[in-house]
């Protein structure tokens, strides 16, 4: 699972049926009984850690964190022999990095499924907790719902345009020249945030500046950015019951308002929570299918 567009439609809808059934009874599933999952962070966390920690356990699990510092991958070791250690051990990995080539060879040796926790061009688990959000607010079918994303054409949009797609979403992403999404990935582009987000069903931003990017690159890419702030007028351009989505960490007065954030349309902190719910389903889909089924 490193992209998302591993699953079918039909894989991507059962496993938001289950991840709502998990999420009405949390302790029904002992899919990891008895076992380990190692959750690999070369980057700092926090949703993502609690809650595949906590669903990890939910499942019955345990959850082996392993930092960068308490590795051989920081002297040198190669992925490709870490991989085949942790599967030898180890139920499923999760890796969280700042390369997609990392992963994708720590996927290409590891005999154990491997979950893209976060990489550079994807971020599938937070993608199948938006659409499990979407799906609380508007019902089991998306087909023909439309999201805006407005701000930088990132992991987050890629992943909302492969999975989005697959579930029958229109994705709409509004970025800036040179922060676009690539075409090809079924999403309809434009410049201007006023078109995105007309009569959208919900309206999605991310934050400008990544923890990598130096003082000269955040001043200009906030530039750029300062016409896709989700605010107030913004959001009253989508459809009268549309909500305000934010996959966190939010920096309030550059890429969202206050009033949108902690609004009453927004259901951002069922987005926070839904990661474990999606990621749980995930998991059970990876390691045991037969519990994925119900």
Not at 133 to 156: C, H, K, M
Not at 221 to 237: F, H
Request: proline share 5%; net charge negative; with cysteine.
């Amino acid at each position: 699972m490193i992209s998302g567009a591993e699953l079918t439609r039909a894989e991507v809808e059962a496993l938001l049926d289950r991840a709502a059934e998990l999420k009405a009874a949390p302790l029904s599933s002992r899919a990891l009984e008895g076992r380990t999952v190692a959750l690999v962070f070369e980057q700092p966390s926090t949703r993502t850690r609690v809650s595949f920690e906590v669903g990890i356990a939910e499942l019955g699990g345990h959850a082996m964190i392993l930092r960068p510092d308490e590795m051989q991958l920081t002297r040198g070791e190669a992925v490709r022999d870490t991989a085949h250690v942790l599967s030898r051990h180890v139920a499923a990995v999760g890796m969280r990095t700042g390369s997609d080539e990392r992963i994708e060879e720590l996927a290409r040796y590891s005999d154990a499924p491997v979950v893209n926790m976060l990489s550079p061009r994807h971020h599938p688990c937070q993608a199948l907790a938006d659409l499990l959000t979407l799906r609380e607010a508007f019902g089991p079918s998306l087909q023909g719902r439309v999201l805006a994303y407005v701000g930088d054409g990132n992991n987050v949009a890629r992943s909302l345009a492969v999975l989005g797609g697959l579930v029958g979403l229109e994705v709409r992403v509004a970025a800036p020249a040179g922060l676009q999404l690539e075409d090809g990935l079924g999403a309809f582009l434009t410049d201007d945030p006023d078109e995105a987000v007309a009569g959208a069903d919900a309206v999605y931003t991310d934050v400008w500046v990544s923890m990598s990017d130096h003082p000269e690159e955040a001043a200009r890419r906030r530039e750029l950015l300062a016409p896709y702030r989700l605010d107030a007028a913004l959001l009253a351009q989508a459809a009268p019951h549309a909500i305000a989505l934010h996959c966190l960490p939010a920096h309030p007065g550059e890429e969202i308002t206050e009033d949108v954030l902690y609004g009453d349309r927004q259901r951002i902190w069922d987005q926070a929570e839904n990661r474990r719910h999606a990621q749980k389903a995930l998991l059970e889909l990876l390691v045991s299918p037969s519990a994925a089924d119900g």
